[in-house]
């Protein structure tokens, strides 16, 4: 059984995640997380997080993740606690501190963040010994390495690993770059991403005289990393034993999160029909084009030091999010607006089911009030689109450039 696991920065990503296919979702509270620009939970979402995700038979992870000071601590345990009376299905973790905690105060499953830096069997096995249940192993290893790791473990430990998404200069993520740059701390969620900024080399002795490291006259990116993306892959991660392949993105657009979600479901879905023989469908590399990116590399996995993009830190994106489906209506759909589009526009369908891939033609659009629209110009208003196409909630249309 492969878990295709999304992330959920906020609720509309979290329906976004579960409408296109996700069999789990991680998501962070309030505190605690390593993803402090997202949106997050307070305690009432992540209880209806917890109802909803649940009633369709799919789990939720909590990030507890920080690199914990002592101050961290006050709270903790009541915290942990709420996240066990939720139901929360597993908390991902990086501190033994807090993993302590965790163990000693609840009954929480245990899965060990990537950022605890897992490179080996041995280092494997010592987190098991200490009743982590899954392990989400660094971003340095390559195929071969998780397989060996995987055969040293017993079958009950579960082993997860990113296949998906913007990947960090520094180890597993542990860096201290914002930190000294900005005085937002990555460890503890703030990250700035200085290392996507233009750097050039200096030498002390002659101010304002920039030296070549290999720039243009944008500048050079030395420490931006390509994105990550395995789906033309997806035999070879199976094959190594790996058992929830991971999308990063909590801070990325509900449009990001559906696409990409729906992209891995259906590449999955054909690797579980086809086996052996799994080639990654044509429209499924497509959507993977289409959406907000930087270069894509398959990192560490085929063994290297990982590759950087040295050209810009921009992501480039070839579909345009035009709007979301917020309501099934016996003529059409509802949607609510979030890029301009008008009258005689050709959009794109994202979705989970036959739909995906048509175009629908605008030929009519209407406000809440039933008043004619040529141009969808305001922000989040809320259309409805007549239609012979029925599309559901959650659903994406797009504008291809």
């Not at 280092?123 to 790791?149: C, H, M, N, Q, Y």
């Not at 993306?229 to 929830?244: H, R, T």
């Not at 917020?326 to 059409?332: F, P, R």
């Not at 008008?342 to 989970?352: C, N, R, T």
């Amino acid at each position: 059984m492969i878990e295709l696991l999304s992330p959920a920065g906020s609720m509309e990503k979290l329906m976004c995640a579960l409408h296109f296919g996700a069999d789990a979702v991680y998501l962070a509270g309030k505190n605690y997380g390593l993803r402090a620009a997202a949106d997050n939970f307070d305690r009432g979402e992540l209880e209806a997080a917890a109802r909803l995700v649940h009633g369709l038979g799919k789990k939720m992870y909590v990030t507890v993740n920080i690199f914990a000071h002592d101050r961290d601590f006050d709270g903790l345990s009541e915290y942990l606690g709420y996240l066990e009376s939720i139901g929360a299905d597993g908390v991902i973790v990086s501190d033994p501190g807090i993993l302590a905690t965790v163990r000693k105060e609840t009954g929480l499953q245990i899965h060990l963040s990537t950022q605890a830096n897992t490179t080996n069997k041995y280092a494997a096995a010592f987190w098991a010994e200490l009743g982590v249940k899954r392990i989400v192993l660094a971003r340095e290893l390559s195929l071969d390495e998780i397989k060996e790791i995987r055969d040293a473990l017993p079958p009950e430990i579960e082993l997860e690993a990113f296949v998906h998404g913007a990947m960090c200069i520094s180890y597993s993520g542990r860096c201290l770059l914002s930190d000294f740059t900005t005085g937002r701390h990555g460890n503890h969620g703030e990250c700035a991403q200085a290392c996507r900024w233009e750097y050039a080399l200096c030498e002390r002795t002659r101010a304002n005289e920039y030296f070549p490291i290999g720039e243009d006259g944008r500048g050079t990116y030395i420490l931006n990393s390509k994105d990550l993306n395995m789906a033309p892959y997806i035999k070879e991660l199976a094959g190594a034993g790996i058992n929830s392949f991971k999308v990063e993105g909590r801070v990325k657009s509900p449009y990001y999160v559906a696409g990409v979600t729906n992209a891995y479901r259906r590449a999955i879905d054909e690797y579980l029909r086809t086996g052996e023989n799994y080639v990654l469908p044509k429209n499924i590399e497509r959507e993977l084009e289409l959406l907000s990116h930087r270069q894509y590399s398959t990192g560490f996995y085929f063994g290297g030091k990982g590759e950087q993009c040295y050209d810009t830190s921009k992501p480039e994106q070839k579909g345009i999010f035009a709007a979301i489906v917020t309501k099934e209506e016996t003529d059409g759909f509802c949607v609510e607006m979030r890029n301009r589009f008008k009258v005689g526009d050709a959009l794109e369908v994202i979705s989970p089911d036959e739909n995906n891939g048509k175009r629908i033609e605008v030929v009519e659009m209407r406000d809440e009030d039933g008043n004619s629209v040529t141009v969808a110009d305001k922000v989040q208003q809320i259309l409805h689109i007549k239609s012979p196409i029925r599309l559901h909630p959650y659903d994406i249309l797009r504008i291809n450039v």
